[in-house]
């Protein structure tokens, strides 16, 4: 095994190993914290929408890195980028809309409970604010930048985390805890985006296709997988 492969792994388990150490954490402080009525709200609610994103994704962080990896053109991968964006609109959307303008119902709905439509909108938040990261990690993937993919897994699913409800854990509903929580992610995706950005610019030139076209490659690599 090389000494570049080594390291890899070791960063993506250490950066794993902190997630984990970290959900932990932040789990039994919400359950200290908080009325058990808005945990459980919560943690139905990851649950749902874990599943909505993992099927609503198409099997992108498959998919995605294996397509900019293959390819060293810079426009193919930025068609490759545009094109998962494209392809996780739609679950992006829903998940607008509900949260926007049914939140009372979607919590009745999920939660038996009109009155956790706050939770909702802040859990909605969050996990879209996930989706993204996860699309721009797997183009860090995709471009070989395993290093900066570790750091800021860490950023995002240890040191945010832990950070905001340190802070505002106790001080805040959990709601409003959420929304801090989401905003930091949305910080964060917004700084990884940037960094792909500026890994797909400039370089060797391929001729256009159709963003569809490489939308529907990848739905095709990624969606039958992901639903094996």
Do not use: H, K
């Not at 792909?196 to 739905?219: D, E, K, Y």
């Amino acid at each position: 095994m090389s000494a570049r492969l080594s390291r890899t792994i070791a960063l993506t388990l250490a950066s794993e190993a902190a997630a984990v150490a970290a959900t932990t954490w932040v789990t039994r402080r919400f359950a200290a914290l908080y009325a058990e009525r808005d945990v459980d709200a919560y943690f139905v609610l990851r649950q749902v929408l874990g599943w909505v994103l993992s099927v609503g994704l198409f099997g992108l962080n498959v998919s995605l890195p294996r397509a900019l990896a293959r390819n060293a053109a810079t426009t193919a991968r930025r068609r490759q980028v545009l094109a998962a964006l494209l392809l996780s609109a739609p679950v992006l959307a829903v998940i607008a809309l509900v949260v926007g303008l049914a939140p009372r119902a979607a919590a009745r709905l999920l939660l038996y409970d009109a009155g956790a439509g706050a939770v909702v909108v802040a859990a909605g938040l969050l996990f879209s604010a996930n989706a993204l990261f996860g699309i721009a990690a797997a183009s860090l993937q995709g471009l070989d930048r395993f290093g900066l993919l570790a750091a800021f897994r860490v950023a995002a699913w240890a040191v945010a985390p832990v950070a905001v409800t340190a802070w505002a854990g106790g001080r805040a509903s959990l709601a409003a805890l959420l929304a801090w929580w989401s905003g930091a992610l949305f910080i964060l995706d917004g700084a990884l985006f940037a960094i792909v950005a500026r890994g797909v610019s400039g370089g060797a030139c391929v001729p256009a296709a159709p963003i569809s076209r490489t939308a529907r490659a990848l739905f095709r690599f990624g969606g039958g997988r992901m639903i094996g």
